[in-house]
T-cell receptor, first 109, second 114 residues
């Protein structure tokens, strides 16, 4: 069974810092990996999708990398802003979509 | 990308009652999924809603507790039956879309059972 782990569970940084969120998974037989953002009490917003054949994807200040062989992905956020405060979820697609527990990010002004 | 809406957005219910959650997609989709997110936890897949046949439930979820309908390719409902406080969660509808099977989610239904 696919296990997805996200580290750290929570993170607090001052505005302007660059930061890295980590995601690891146990079964490398995946189709893709997706990063989501979830605001408190809300649904999920898709941030980036990386196909299993890709190494990274970029969207604005966000960059996600994938190392399928080692079962790892990172989400890099450049020049963080208070509006980035949310929970970030990593999800790995094999047969089904398996989620990590998320990293709760707080960016302070 | 698929645009997904859910009704209701939130509800507070008494134990022993049932609540039906609606999910509407703005285009025809083959697969629709229902997820649960318990407080402080990540998302867990409840079932896959199949058009024209019974839903496929994941381990730990049963049809009597979570009956699902899928009358057409744009709509599905999830009923949470005989509710208890342990059913307090956010329930999310989801569908894949685009050329790379990107997963899209509805805004969720926040359920509190007293």
């Amino acid at each position: 069974k696919q296990e997805v782990t996200q580290i750290p569970a929570a993170l607090s940084v001052p505005e302007g810092e660059n930061l890295v969120l980590n995601c690891s998974f146990t079964d490398s037989a995946i189709y893709n990996l997706q990063w989501f953002r979830q605001d408190p009490g809300k649904g999920l917003t898709s941030l980036l999708l990386i196909q299993s054949s890709q190494r990274e994807q970029t969207s604005g200040r966000l960059n996600a990398s994938l190392d399928k062989s080692s079962g790892r992905s990172t989400l890099y956020i450049a020049a963080s802003q208070p509006g980035d405060s949310a929970t970030y979820l990593c999800a790995v697609r094999g047969y089904a979509l398996n989620f990590g527990k998320g990293t709760s990010l707080l960016v302070t002004p | 990308s698929a645009v997904i809406s859910q009704k209701p957005s939130r509800d507070i219910c008494q134990r022993g009652t049932s609540l039906t959650i609606q999910c509407q997609v703005d285009s025809q989709v083959t697969m629709m999924f229902w997820y649960r997110q318990q407080p402080g936890q990540s998302l867990t897949l409840i079932a896959t809603a199949n058009q024209g046949s019974e839903a496929t439930y994941e381990s730990g979820f049963v049809i009597d507790k979570f009956p699902i309908s899928r009358p057409n390719l744009t709509f599905s409902t999830l009923t949470v039956s005989n509710m208890s406080p342990e059913d307090s969660s956010i329930y999310l509808c989801s569908t894949p879309g685009g050329p790379y099977n990107e997963q899209f989610f509805g805004p969720g239904t926040r359920l509190t059972v007293l």
